[in-house]
């Protein structure tokens, strides 16, 4: 099985790119942009770009891109510093893969079905931790 190593550095670039100036939010974009060209399968090869869409001015910036393979790409920028956009793909198993998400001051906040969810936290725990939120312990006397 051939390992995906783009998956294990993406975060890290994300971090990195958002916290820079607006300009490099235009390189986090093109970067999004190459990520999702590299996940493509080989019959992939083909695809054409179907829109293409680029402003700048002073107050933000809007991206978007769509191929015939089925990758929409789309994303806005502010002045502040804010961005927020989605994008996705058809799976290789034939599976629609959508993800938005927003970047702002608190970081990068990605929201889709396909992302990973932390369990439920188990009922024996909310209870420990009601009971230590009712019982909190008593003053050491020294």
Request: charged residues 25%.
């Amino acid at each position: 099985m051939k390992k995906n190593r783009s998956k294990r550095y993406s975060s890290t670039i994300v971090i990195e790119v958002l916290k820079s100036n607006s300009t490099a939010m235009f390189k986090f974009l093109i970067l999004a942009t190459l990520l999702a060209f590299a996940a493509a399968s080989d019959s992939d090869v083909n695809a054409e770009v179907k829109s293409y869409v680029n402003n700048m001015d002073a107050e933000g910036f809007s991206y978007g891109l769509e191929t015939t393979n089925d990758i929409s790409i789309r994303s806005a920028g502010h002045e502040n510093g804010d961005m927020n956009g989605f994008y996705a793909f058809t799976s290789p198993e034939g599976e629609r893969v959508a993800i938005s998400y927003t970047a702002d001051e608190n970081g990068y906040h990605p929201e889709s079905e396909w992302l990973p969810t932390p369990p439920p936290i188990p009922d024996h725990i909310l209870r420990a931790i009601e009971y230590i939120r009712t019982h909190p312990p008593k003053p050491e006397i020294k």
